[in-house]
């Protein structure tokens, strides 16, 4: 009992040391903390964090960085696409969504400067906070497995939610995963929460995220380790011979060259329809890409539907060009419904929802389809900022969040979900420096 009230203590006292050093680590802390969380307990830690910041005016440190700008245009370009959206009811709907974009670069502007201490000590409290969303899952899930007898409550969707997104959830955990990683001072509470989220990482089964996951923990253990320093030459022998042997072995190379064409289930990226509510062709990617017409039994896999949205802008493109605007904030949707329509995919029954109601599971096609290149420019630009800044510090961190949401951006429209643009927009503003008055 004494060592557990000490261990609160210590807790608690280091809380109160990190608040007087930033008086806005609190509410921060638990802004990034209750992302899985309900979208509405995630917005009252946001108006604890902006009453916090307006009531602590005497300590605003008043600065700024070009991404700051970067994100405020992204909203208002998606805020003014009304007046040319092709579905302005929709696109008026969804602006509220994207307010961060400009909300939270606002706060970031009066916000004291994030000291790499602070930085540390969020990612901590954030960290741990997702091995007790992991234990909680997975509590859950014994017991669902205890009434039902069903092992798929411990995977993918039903592990987390359909709502929460195991996709997103594995980007979470694979962010945790690397801090308590890259501790210089290991205890055995960080190997075990690091085992732990890795584990989740696997039983939440995003592929991509999977595949992305191992080449980071590699370039992790070969690089950015204290042994890989003395060994910086042999280590760069090794890695090279490792993912040489994955991506060019023969037989390997020769099944992905099959897979392109072959009517197999398995796939890259998740797939966005259940196959038993609906077809009985698997389709290839060769032909989401290639035939003149589906019918209503055709069952997209992951990749070979993305390969058909794809298609889909493409000829879009081709045919409207709307290249400079795009077809306004979602309104996209209404457009690949109406080439859904054309080529005859399943458009749903009373048990499950049909492929024209999806967006393109990609973000950069789907900011592109909405609001035009511009659009698609000003999240590239954030992307090559984030990597030019991560690089050039010597914190793996930073480096695997970056290279997380460009691989994740690939097969989810991520910013087109609350969750997706608050932990994006948070975690990139609390990475990058910022210049005050005082510096310039």
Known sequence: MNNIYSYW???????????????????????????????????????????????????????????????????????????????????????????????????????????????????????????????FYVVKAIFRFIQTGNKEVFFYHELVTKEVNAIHVSVYFALAFFYFYNLSVKKTIHWFSAAFLAILLFLLSSKLIIVVFVLLFLV???????????????????????????????????????????????????????????????????????????????????????????RMLKELLEEESPWLTGYGLEGSYKKLEEKAIKYNVFLGNENSEGYQKKNFHNQYLQLLADLGIFGLLLLVFILVILVKNAFSLKDFVPIAFTILMISLFLTESFLWRQRGIVFFTIFTLMMLPKVTKQQQ
Do not use: C
């Open 9 to 135: 203590n210590s807790v608690w006292s280091d809380i109160q040391n990190n608040q007087k050093q930033h008086f806005a680590f609190i509410p921060i802390t638990l802004y990034v903390i209750t992302i899985p969380l309900s979208l509405g307990i995630n917005n009252l830690m946001l108006l604890l964090l902006v009453a916090t910041t307006l009531l602590s005016y005497k300590k605003w440190q008043v600065g700024s960085h070009i991404v700051y700008y970067l994100f405020a245009a992204l909203f208002i370009l998606s805020a003014i696409s009304y007046f040319w959206s092709v579905d302005p009811e929709r696109t008026l709907k969804t602006i509220p969504r994207n307010i961060y974009w400009v909300l939270l670069p606002i706060l970031f502007v009066f916000l004291p400067v994030f000291t790499k201490e602070i930085k540390q000590a969020v990612l901590k409290y954030y960290s741990y906070s997702m091995v007790g969303y992991g234990t």
């Open 220 to 310: 992790n253990y070969f690089f950015f380790t204290k042994s890989a320093q003395k060994l910086r030459m042999r280590n760069l022998m090794i890695f090279v011979l490792l993912v040489g042997s994955i991506l060019f072995f023969g037989k390997i190379k020769e099944r992905f060259a099959v897979e392109l064409q072959a009517n197999n289930e398995k796939s890259i990226s998740h797939t966005v329809l259940e196959m038993q509510n609906q077809g009985i062709h698997i389709v290839s990617v060769y032909e989401a890409w290639n035939q003149e017409k589906f019918s209503p039994n055709d069952f997209f896999p992951g990749t070979a539907f993305r390969v058909y949205q794809a």
